[in-house]
C-alpha cells in the first residue's frame, strides 16, 4: 500500500502521523504558520493548530490565572441585602455551607467542580510545562499529565459562572444583590484558564519531553 | 487555513493500518493483535492513559451508566430541587417549576438557559448516548461521521447541566438571614447530581472508535 510514505511498517512512534479523531483519517503532520488551523481533509475537523510559543503562553496564562485566582477568595462575590440585613459569601462559601447540610455529597461536587478542580488544573499545567521549557524532564511528567487530563473534565469555573449569574437573577427579584469583586477575579480566571488550556499542545509537550530525555 | 493532503491518493484509515492516535497525547500506536485481545480497555504507551475500551466492555458499561441516570431522571424531576424560606412562606421549587418562575418574572434569556442546561439536555444526552450504543451493538453501517460528532457534542454539553446545582450552592451560601430568608437543597438535587455524574461516566465508557469497527475486527 503506498500511500505517500504511510506505510504500516512505519507507522509505530511514527511522529509524523496525525489520525483524525473524528473518521479516523490518517494525515501526515506539516508544520502550519502561525495563525493558521489544520483541518482533516473528510470531515472538516480542526487537528492542531500553528502557534508560536504555544508552551510559554500556556505558562503565562496559567500563572496569570493563578493570580486571579487569589483575587477571587479574598474578595466577596456577592453581596445579598434585604430589609436592612446583608450578607456577602466568598467563592469557597457555596461548597462550604452546602458541606454543612444533610446533602454534603453535593457540597463536595460543587467545592471541588467550581474551586479545587480548576485550581489543581492550574497548578498542574504549571508543576508540567514549567520544567520542560527549562529542558528538563522530570520522571513526574507522566504522572502530572495524566492528571491533568482527568482534572479537566471536572473543572467547570466557566459553568460555574452562569450558575452564579443565574442565582443572581432569581434572588434579584425580592432583594437587593450586589455583584462583588471575586466575580470578576473568577471571570479572569475562568478565561486564563481556556487560553492556558488552549495553548497547551499535548503532542508538542511530549515531543519536548521525549528530546530532553534523550 | 491549510489543508492536510495525502497526495491525493485513495484514504487511509488508521484501522487499515491497525494503527491509533491516543487522544490525549496523540502518540501513533501500533494496534498488535496481542494488545487487541488482552486488555479490558488499551492503555497508551505513552502517557498511560486509557485510549479506548474493549467493544464487550465499553458497550456494557455505556448501557449500566445509562440505565441508572434514566432511572433518576424521574426522582430529579418530580422531587423538589430546594426550598426557599422567605417570610415564613415556604418555596419549594422542582427543575420545571424553577423555569416557569423565571418566564413569570421575565427573565426569558435566562429560563431558555435554564431549560436547555437542566432540562434538554439530560434527556437528549441519555437518548443520544442510547442511540449510539445501539448502533454500534446492531452494526448499522449509517454516517459514522455524522455519529462521532454526535457523541462529542453530547459529551461537550453534558457538563452544563451542573448549572442548577451551583445556582443552589450560591443561594444556600448567601441567603442565610435566618428570620428573613433561607434555602435548602432538595432531595432532587440530589438525583440530578446523580444524573448528571453517571451520564459523564456513561459518555466516557463509550468509545466512539467502535463507531468506525467494522463487525468481527474487535473483540
Ligand atoms: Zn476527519
Ligand atoms: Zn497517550
Redesign the pocket.
Known sequence: MDNSGVHPDKAPDNQYIRICSECDLVHHHVPVARGQTAYCKRCGKTLYRGHSYALERSLAFAVCGLAFFAVANVAPLLIFSMQGNSNANLLIDGGLEFLKTDYWFLGLLVLFASVIAPFLLLCVIILMVAPVLMGRAPVVSGALFRAYARLRPWAMGEIFIIGIIVAYVKLSDFADVFVGTALFGFMGMVISSVLALLYLDPREL?LRIEANRS | MTEISTQGQKPTHGQDLDILE?P????VMKLTAELKNTHHHLI??????K?GHSRRHALQRTTAFLIAAFVLLFPANIFPIMRLVSFGEETRETIFSGVLTLIASGQYGIAVIVFIASIFVPIFKILCLGFLVLSVHLDIQWRPVVRTKLYRFVEFIGRWSMIDIFMISVLIALVKLKALATVEAGIGALAFAAVIILTMFAANSFDPKLIWDKRGQSS
Do not use: A, D, N, T
Not at chain 2, 24 to 27: A, G, K
Open positions: 511530549w | 491516543c490525549h497525547c496523540h502518540h497508551c504507551s505513552r502517557c498511560g492513559l485510549v
